[in-house]
């Protein structure tokens, strides 16, 4: 084991099996802990030989396990850009019992180790462990496709024992996917030599049959012999220097030279070009590609070829190389002998829940394909006109269908209504006094530990993040990254307080897997000493008193001068529980005045159009329509 060895506070919470929160209250509470010796304030670096002599003094650790043993050493012996490099040598030495291009830092210890790691627990999960660790080191540099997305893709066109090629495969997870649903072989490439070395080592270690070259397979086709059952690829976005010129007569462009700055397009037509007749593609797409004058006549010649079947919208986060909705194109190469379909399929997946995902998408697409029709299907004489524009629509729904469905929400927000009324009745008048402390005391007392989020970029990664505008609105959290080791992870329990305003706005968390967001403070409590609910309650109190004194001038409030009950720990509970009555109510009469106030609108237009009848009018209806017939009352149309 080398002493240079480090630990963040993300991995001393592992290693003694507990949350970072303790971590940062021993550091508080405990003069022995060990300093840091890297890093930086926010997310300090710790020598890991220290750190386990001190668990184990203090009976936190019997011994430091092997894997973690080997994962640290590894990363202390390269620098971070390196690490792609080693930890695919690694998988080679698993393969093959050779490290290629290993770093001379290292000793041949590390090699020991990885073999006595792989003896405990297998080759592949060692590899698998190893990937991990390198994906939440890199969190912020290395972008991955969701397993849903991957799984979809997979499910849509790769038929069971069937080859697979993914022409930008990066580190393998299409591949993965497709290889374990099934598929007999799979080819992948990528530029990237250190990717592609990753790529293997997870295909092969797993048993898989698999083929995977370096280069650019724009430029240089690894696989220009490889007609496959299905191609599936997640290709880069917005690429300008793609081979415009250098590939402008290339034989793939069967559907017309792709524009310069639409260089998904040619990804789309490289894949084509790769199926066997028959054979599906589903490519992930920025969702501009839909639309963008300059690919117009590709896309005509896309569907009236009958290549391009269907075009769904996805959820943000869904394609790595995209922030906002990106596309997903299914695409078949039609066969000889084939008639051209006279329908798409276009529709919006956009608002599906992640775990709904792959069914809602998968059973959209088999109803379309068999035939048994579909609501999103579109003709193609519909879209062949001057701007071939195949961005999906969400549909609307009729009047009627709408207001009976309002009307039924509003009914059943007011049974809510009554019982959160019931709940709030036992509340009385009193004149009695709270003692109080304030948040600071409490953060000194260690009572609360305060975390404030690191300055994070928006990535396409798969990490879900709690953000300014969600805690404002009281929406799930909408952000998307990747994850690394100075981010803070939410737990069920946790208060959230928007940083920077006038007023506090308090969130108690529900989820597990998320992340805290820029512009957000987190407080953790020792549930031991201090109520959640509790608490929160009188930052909401604070919040609504911060309100009116800015309306009057005074200064923004402070956080740490908060004040909080100093009341047991039952007392404090009885008063988290009355508040999360009252914030209750006060959520499901906002949806009443919301509810009502557009069920109100629906039954208006309706009634103006004549979508919906009200039964008081059938007799008059009755008695104009018997008019109309006896021409004493205008017909339709008539004035």
């Known amino acids: 084991m080398q002493d240079s060895a480090t630990v963040a506070a993300a991995d001393i919470a592992r290693l003694a099996g507990v949350g970072r929160a303790a ?119 290395v972008v991955t496709l969701p397993p849903e997305v991957a799984d979809l893709m997979t499910a849509l066109v790769v038929p069971d024992g069937g080859t697979v090629l993914d022409p930008t495969c990066g580190l393998g997870g299409l591949l993965v996917s497709a290889a374990t649903a099934g598929a007999s072989r799979v080819h992948g490439q990528d530029r990237d030599e250190d990717a592609a070395r990753i790529a293997t080592a997870r295909l092969l270690l797993r048993g898989h049959d698999a083929v995977i070259r370096t280069g650019d397979s724009l430029r240089a086709d690894g696989f220009a012999e490889v007609l496959a059952d299905a191609v599936i690829c997640a290709p880069p976005f917005g690429e300008r220097h793609w081979g415009y010129e250098e590939l402008a007569s290339d034989v793939r462009w069967q559907y017309g030279l792709p524009p310069r ?42 569907l009236r070829s009958g290549a391009l079947r269907a075009v769904a919208s996805l959820p943000v986060g ?10 997903l194109w299914i695409l078949r190469k039609p066969a000889p ?48 006109d001057e701007e071939v524009d195949l961005t999906p629509l969400k549909p609307a729904a009729g009047a009627e269908e709408t207001f009976s469905s ?69 929406l799930d959290p909408s952000g ?12 069920p329990g946790d208060v959230v307080v ?31 000493r201090i109520d959640t609910a509790c608490l929160a309650g009188f930052l909401r109190i604070a919040g609504t008193q911060a309100s009116g004194r800015s309306q009057s001038g005074t200064s923004r409030s402070d956080l740490r001068k908060v004040e909080i009950p100093r009341l047991s720990l039952e007392e404090q509970r009885r008063l988290g529980v009355a508040f999360t009555r009252l914030e209750r109510l006060k959520e499901i009469v906002g949806r009443v005045a919301q509810q009502g106030a557009a069920l109100v609108d629906l039954a208006i237009t309706g009634l103006g159009s004549g979508k919906i009848d009200y039964p008081y009018d059938r007799g008059i209806r009755e008695q104009r329509s018997q008019a109309a017939d006896s021409g004493q009352w205008p017909q339709k149309g008539q004035t």
């Open 23 to 141: 971590v940062s209250n021993w550091r508080r509470r405990f003069a022995d802990f060990p300093a840091p010796v890297g890093g930086t304030s926010s997310s300090p670096l710790f020598s890991l030989a220290e750190v386990e002599e001190w668990l184990r003094r203090q009976g936190k650790l019997a011994e430091v396990p092997l894997d973690e043993r080997v994962w640290q050493q590894l990363r202390a012996g390269v620098e971070d850009l390196q690490l792609a490099q080693v930890v695919g040598s690694i998988g080679t030495f698993l393969l093959f019992g050779e490290a290629e291009e290993l770093p001379v830092t290292f000793s041949r210890s590390l090699l020991d180790a990885v073999s006595e790691l792989a003896a405990e627990r297998g080759a592949a999960s060692t590899f698998d462990f190893l990937y991990d660790r390198y994906l939440e080191a890199h969190s912020r540099r």
């Open 261 to 302: 700055g639409e260089s998904e397009l040619a990804w789309v037509q490289h894949c084509l070009s790769h199926l066997k007749p028959g054979g599906h593609a589903a490519v992930l797409m920025p969702a501009a590609a839909a639309g963008r004058r300059s690919g117009r006549r590709i896309r005509a010649q896309l």
């Open 318 to 327: 869904a394609a790595p190389h995209a922030l906002g909705v990106p596309h």
């Open 337 to 384: 002998g084939d008639s051209v379909p006279s329908h798409v399929l276009l529709f919006d997946a956009s608002d599906v829940p992640w775990t709904q995902l792959g069914t809602t998408v998968l059973d959209r697409w088999q109803a379309f394909a068999s035939e048994t029709g579909d609501q999103g299907a579109r003709a193609l004489i519909e879209l062949l």
């Open 406 to 474: 309002s009307y039924r929400g509003l009914v059943a927000t007011v049974a809510e209504l009554q019982q959160a009324l019931r709940d709030v009745q036992g509340l009385s008048d009193t004149h009695s006094e709270l003692p109080k402390t304030t948040i600071a005391e409490q953060v000194r007392a260690g009572s609360i530990v305060a975390y404030q989020a690191p300055r994070q970029q928006a990535d396409s990664g798969k990490l879900p993040v709690l953000t300014v505008d969600d805690v404002l609105a009281g």
């Open 480 to 491: 998307r990254t990747s994850l690394s080791a100075d981010m803070v992870r939410l737990e």
């Open 498 to 528: 928007p940083m920077g305003g006038r007023a506090f706005v308090a969130r108690i968390v529900q989820e597990e897997d998320a992340v805290l967001g820029s512009g957000l403070l987190l407080l953790r409590v020792d549930p031991s």
